[in-house]
């Protein structure tokens, strides 16, 4: 069984920093792509960065202020946000492409979500 656990969201205030980070456990054989996501309300759920051994990837409204990176030995991905707005106002959920077999192909598995709450 596959666990994604999240950690670091809170309240902040605009120009602020806070730091994600998502620990996945149980049975894993690789880890490909890791990413991070958010929903702010009444609006979709969007991709803010990704992460794979090949690059990064982030959304236009986060490039310069928010940076991903992973340990690969902790099966971790972190997202380091800096300079925070209230619209970064959302719950952001993690999402591992885990391979839980050598028989299978890789899956999606996706964190519970942490609040992350800007204010003016």
């Known amino acids: 069984q596959v666990q994604l656990v999240e950690s670091g969201g809170g309240l902040v205030q605009a120009g602020g920093s806070l730091r994600l980070s998502c620990a996945a456990s149980?049975?894993?054989?690789?880890?490909?792509?890791m990413g991070w996501y958010r929903q702010g309300p009444g609006k979709q759920r969007e991709l803010v960065a990704s992460?794979?051994?090949?690059?990064?990837k982030y959304a236009d409204s986060v490039k310069g202020r928010f940076t991903i990176s992973r340990d690969n030995a902790k099966k971790t991905v972190y997202l380091q946000m800096n300079s925070l707005k209230p619209e970064d106002t959302a719950v952001y959920y993690c999402?591992?492409?885990?391979?839980?077999?050598?028989?299978?192909?890789?899956?999606?598995?996706w964190g519970q979500g942490t609040q992350v709450t800007v204010s003016s």
């Open positions: 149980g049975t894993i054989v690789s880890i490909n792509a």
């Open positions: 999402k591992d492409q885990i391979r839980w077999s050598v028989y299978r192909g890789f899956s999606d598995y």
């Open positions: 992460i794979t051994d090949g690059g990064t």
